[in-house]
């Protein structure tokens, strides 16, 4: 089968769907519906061959993807239904699983297969290349043969490298892995930590730290905290720890006091 007969509809046109539009332009026809009201700012200027459509249109396409905020998906989800194709693969690239495919797997009709994903990475870690970088795939409605046909794709073509993943595991990692992180990160810098010129290593080290929201919209923010039903616990437990340290300090400051 020749993947350049086949064309994706990308729903949602945002920093990451036009990234990936540029990734996967050179093996499918493009086409994109943005639902948003404002015009996309310059950095996330399309590709020049992907092909602007009506909502409707992209979803009547091969594959539909769906690279909205978790908050839109119901909504997008539901205009895009009565058009998609007995056959076609539905597809989604939240940064959480289990909400979004209970959503998809209501809404999409029973004749399309579906497929969760969450490339775990962005314009930013992969503006310099996607080879090597992973992508967490739930097969929720799919046949085996087109599913591995597609983890081939990813690999052989887009050189990624693919982990097959349960929904809720899925959150539950990441609940670590990117909630607290993104948590920590909008914290430090909303602190505002500037250069110095007595920075250690461990300094410069949160300043990067600090960095990785820098491009993430607060959709995003959003759909990582509070689209991931194990979310909350963990940033319960880090507000804990901290109030715990400050509480110590303060009960070890006046006994610790040099005469």
């Given at each position: 089968m020749n993947p350049?007969?086949?064309?994706?509809?990308?729903?949602?046109?945002?920093?990451?769907?036009?990234?990936?539009?540029?990734h996967l332009s050179p093996y499918y026809r493009v086409v994109g519906y943005d639902p948003r009201a404002t015009t996309p700012d310059s950095a996330d200027t399309p590709p020049a061959d992907l092909e602007p459509v009506s909502a409707d249109e992209a979803a009547k396409q091969d594959i539909v993807v769906f690279a909205v905020p978790l908050a839109a998906l119901e909504e997008a989800a539901r205009r895009a239904a009565p058009h998609i194709r007995p056959g076609a693969l539905v597809v989604d690239v939240t940064s959480v699983k289990v909400?979004?495919?209970?959503?998809?797997?209501?809404?999409?009709?029973?004749?399309?297969?579906?497929?969760?994903?969450?490339?775990?990475?962005?314009?930013?870690?992969?503006?310099?290349?996607?080879?090597?970088?992973?992508?967490?795939?739930?097969?929720?409605?799919?046949?085996?043969?087109?599913?591995y046909g597609i983890c081939d794709f990813l690999s052989d073509k887009l050189g990624l490298l693919t982990l097959k993943v349960d929904p809720d595991a899925h959150d539950r990692e990441m609940a670590k892995v990117q909630a607290m992180t993104h948590f920590m990160s909008r914290a430090l810098r909303a602190i505002g930590l500037g250069p110095s010129p007595m920075a250690t290593k461990a300094y410069e080290k949160l300043q990067e730290f600090a960095s990785i929201v820098l491009s993430d919209s607060w959709d995003l923010f959003l759909t990582i905290e509070n689209g991931n039903p194990h979310a909350a616990a963990i940033r319960k437990r880090l507000v804990e720890e901290l109030v715990g340290l400050e509480e110590q300090l303060e009960q070890n400051g006046a006994g610790s006091e040099v005469a």
């Amino acid at each position: 089968m020749n993947p350049r007969r086949k064309t994706i509809g990308i729903i949602g046109l945002g920093a990451f769907g036009i990234f990936m539009a540029k990734h996967l332009s050179p093996y499918y026809r493009v086409v994109g519906y943005d639902p948003r009201a404002t015009t996309p700012d310059s950095a996330d200027t399309p590709p020049a061959d992907l092909e602007p459509v009506s909502a409707d249109e992209a979803a009547k396409q091969d594959i539909v993807v769906f690279a909205v905020p978790l908050a839109a998906l119901e909504e997008a989800a539901r205009r895009a239904a009565p058009h998609i194709r007995p056959g076609a693969l539905v597809v989604d690239v939240t940064s959480v699983k289990v909400r979004p495919l209970e959503i998809l797997t209501k809404i999409i009709p029973a004749h399309a297969d579906l497929l969760g994903t969450h490339p775990l990475f962005g314009p930013q870690s992969g503006k310099n290349g996607i080879t090597g970088l992973r992508v967490a795939l739930a097969p929720v409605r799919i046949a085996p043969d087109r599913y591995y046909g597609i983890c081939d794709f990813l690999s052989d073509k887009l050189g990624l490298l693919t982990l097959k993943v349960d929904p809720d595991a899925h959150d539950r990692e990441m609940a670590k892995v990117q909630a607290m992180t993104h948590f920590m990160s909008r914290a430090l810098r909303a602190i505002g930590l500037g250069p110095s010129p007595m920075a250690t290593k461990a300094y410069e080290k949160l300043q990067e730290f600090a960095s990785i929201v820098l491009s993430d919209s607060w959709d995003l923010f959003l759909t990582i905290e509070n689209g991931n039903p194990h979310a909350a616990a963990i940033r319960k437990r880090l507000v804990e720890e901290l109030v715990g340290l400050e509480e110590q300090l303060e009960q070890n400051g006046a006994g610790s006091e040099v005469a």
